[in-house]
């Protein structure tokens, strides 16, 4: 791997630290965003190395993509109210509270080119899982804290692919993605009975330095205006080392594995007129994978070996939609729309992975300069939680976080909501 590209992936690794939402991406590139991701029959940029690899086949010119998005996340917290084992309700009770999660810049980078007759090279740089969370840590102030204040996950990679024009209909690609994973938690201890410990912090912080996974792809166009795609992103196994403490007392090595799920992508573009294109997606992500995981400590740590968090996520399926029209030789205009149910349960939601069913609206533009060498695309996207997501007490992750003096869990009942704006750019050179 050239030395610019591992520094682009470790810009784009620090630039994640403030990503809020759940773990999957909310677009790469801003043309396909635009699009809501509808875009594993369309994929005619750089980032079909994500997208769909056999899409580097319609690549026309060397091409050099650069982009960032922008993201400001709103996510709230009404009526929290935490009861302990003992039956004592944990102040501040009933409280409403948002995160404190920052805005973020994502970049994204990607170049594409044929190599000779029938073959073509891709190249992306890009974060194809990451979230972070942050809320406020003082206790006094937020009683979720004892459950958690901070989280992370986050993988990016560099993906070079290579791509084959089969028949004059039909174009086969694959993609080799290695890349790097971090997670971390923060999050207080509540043990009123024990005064030395309650309210310190427990802190974990672990890395995969080095992982891998494919992507691979069909297109098959049996008509200049009708394409048909399919993608397989695989499984990617990971292996976390790091460590795990109680801050002001003890620090232990610690170890686990979070594996990122593999998906399936299948779609269609149609293109009616010369103006006017339309595209869906279906994505199915197997979520199912992640039972739970268990963070093993080489030393006992508050009088355990290891620790076990469960999760039991759902298997999703999302359905994208775009639309794209074509207004001059400079000016395109799109919009799109795709449905995002959320993996998490009732049963195992918590403050250190947050998530509702969503909605995600996007609008962008292309323009195209000096006869389609540079293109500057554009996108704004607007996601909401369907409605507010209610808890009642059968969480046994939020549970736990409040034991009783007899180890007894708590109850804890909450609803949460929030929305995102994000902010697109890519810029595209044809040499």
């Known amino acids: 791997m050239g030395r610019s590209l591992k520094l682009f992936l470790l810009l784009s690794l620090f630039s994640l630290s403030a990503r809020a939402g759940n773990v999957d991406t909310f677009g790469i590139g801003s043309k396909a965003t635009a699009l809501g991701g509808a875009f594993s029959a369309y994929a005619d940029d750089p980032f079909a190395v994500y997208y769909n690899p056999a899409g580097l086949t ?22 929290f109210r935490a009861v302990d084992g003992d039956g004592n309700e944990v102040e501040p009770y009933g409280i409403s509270f948002k995160d404190s999660s920052k805005n973020l810049i994502i970049p994204h980078f990607g170049f594409a080119t044929r190599l000779f007759n029938g073959v073509y090279f891709g190249i992306g740089a890009y974060v194809p899982y990451g979230l972070h969370i942050k809320w406020e840590s003082n206790p006094s102030k937020n009683s979720a804290a004892y459950n958690g204040f901070e989280s992370y996950y986050v993988r990016g990679v560099v ?18 993605s290695f890349g790097r994973s971090d997670a971390g938690t923060q999050r207080r201890i509540y043990s009123p009975s024990i005064p030395t410990l309650h309210n310190r912090v427990i802190k974990g912080e672990l890395h995969d330095d080095f992982n891998v996974s494919f992507n691979l792809g069909l ?23 790091g460590s795990v403490e109680v801050v002001g007392i003890e620090k232990v090595s610690a170890s686990t594995s ?32 992640v039972h739970g995981y268990t963070v ?123 929305h995102l704006w994000g902010y697109g750019i890519t810029v595209s050179y044809r040499f």
């Open 159 to 176: 993906s070079p692919t290579i791509a084959f024009k089969l028949t004059d209909k039909l174009s086969f690609g694959f993609g080799i």
């Open 258 to 289: 979070i594996d990122h799920p593999e998906q399936l992508q299948a779609g269609v573009k149609y293109r009616p007129n010369k103006r006017l294109t339309l595209t869906a997606d279906v994505v199915w992500t197997n979520w199912s994978i």
């Open 296 to 418: 093993k400590f080489n030393k006992p740590l508050l009088g355990k070996s290891k620790e076990y968090f469960p999760r039991d996520w759902k298997d999703t399926r999302q359905i994208r939609l775009g639309l794209e029209y074509k207004v001059n030789e400079v000016l395109v205009l799109r919009g799109g729309y795709f449905y995002d149910p959320s993996p998490i349960p009732d049963h195992t939601f918590d403050m250190l992975w947050p998530d509702a069913d969503k909605k995600t609206y996007s609008l962008g533009a292309g323009f195209n300069f000096f006869k389609g060498k540079l293109t500057v695309d554009t996108v704004v996207q607007y996601i909401v939680a369907e409605s507010k997501r209610e808890i009642g007490g059968e969480s046994l992750n939020l549970n736990d976080s409040y034991p009783g003096s007899s180890g007894n869990p708590g109850r804890v009942s909450l609803s949460a909501d929030g």
């Open 58 to 79: 319609q690549i026309k010119r060397p091409t050099l993509s650069v982009g960032v998005l922008t993201l400001n996340p709103t996510i709230k917290v009404h009526s």
């Open 219 to 241: 297109l098959y166009k049996p008509y200049d205006n009708l394409s048909f795609g399919i993608t397989y992103r695989s499984r990617t196994k990971t292996s976390f080392k």
